[in-house]
């Protein structure tokens, strides 16, 4: 085990963006706890990136136990005003005709 994210940095990455370091940096200043993503978004991406954030969830799944043991999360769309709207992104059939592209 290393002693330090530097160690763990300087024996593992050879070159790194130091403003994408770790999760705490993405999620930057927010208080969001979780992260949401349509599958939508997801499914939208090139096939080798899907393999790899799968592959990273499967690691996760084998490193932590981190499933509810009862109950399960429900995530819904609201708008500036804390009022439900329709999510576009919400139907996994259909919300890829829905994601846009930069």
């Not at 290393?2 to 370091?21: A, C, F, R, T």
């Not at 770790?22 to 979780?34: G, I, K, N, P, R």
């Not at 490193?63 to 996994?92: H, Q, S």
Request: contains cysteine; glycine residues 4%; charged residues 30%.
């Amino acid at each position: 085990m290393w002693q330090s994210l530097g160690e763990y940095v300087n024996k593992n990455i050879v070159e790194i963006n130091i403003d994408h370091l770790d999760v705490h940096h993405w999620f930057e200043l927010s208080y969001a706890q979780y992260l949401t993503i349509p599958r939508s978004v997801l499914e939208a991406m090139p096939l080798k990136w899907q393999l790899t954030f799968v592959k990273c969830l499967e690691e996760l799944d084998e490193t932590i136990d981190w499933r509810p043991k009862e109950g399960r999360y429900w995530v819904k769309l609201k708008d500036a005003k804390g009022r439900y709207v329709k999510d576009p992104l919400g139907d996994y059939k259909y919300g890829a005709a829905n994601v846009k592209r930069k």
